[in-house]
């Protein structure tokens, strides 16, 4: 069964940058073409909302609150998936998960997070105006 762990998130002043990171482990692994990863955020009170997306056949999808500020990267050989945050803003605070599911789909729809069931278990990013 596929696992995910996210690592680091932290504190950033407003105009940072920060660099999360995802091991993928089990199967199947990140390098199958069916297999979609993605970064999603969770803010005090708020719904779970996707943030970038990186399908098996290398399509690329971005939020638009964050397009032009993140990017996301897949390492395959690695088994990594990186979500780089520059220009970061207060309103980027949150709790990022790695998530993974059978295709994209449509991720960035409302509450599609709960259609998912892999999981990381979260980093926090804080970023201070």
């Known amino acids: 069964q596929m696992q995910l762990a996210e690592s680091g998130g932290g504190s950033e002043q407003a105009g940072g940058s920060l660099r999360l990171s995802c091991v993928v482990s089990?199967?199947?692994?990140?390098?199958?073409?069916?297999?979609?990863l993605g970064w999603f955020r969770q803010a005090p009170g708020n719904e779970r909302e996707a943030v970038a997306t990186?399908?098996?056949?290398?399509?690329?999808g971005y939020a638009p609150s964050v397009k032009g500020r993140f990017n996301i990267s897949r390492d395959n050989i690695k088994h990594t998936l990186y979500l780089q945050m520059n220009s970061l803003k207060p309103e980027d605070t949150a709790t990022y998960y790695c998530?993974?599911?059978?295709?994209?789909?449509?991720?960035?729809?409302?509450?599609?997070?709960?259609?998912?069931?892999?999981w990381g278990q979260g980093t926090q990013v804080n970023v201070s105006s």
């Open positions: 998530a993974a599911g059978l295709g994209c789909g449509n991720w960035f729809a409302p509450r599609a997070y709960r259609f998912l069931e892999i």
């Open positions: 990186f399908d098996g056949d290398g399509t690329i």
């Open positions: 089990g199967s199947p692994y990140a390098s199958d073409r069916s297999v979609c």
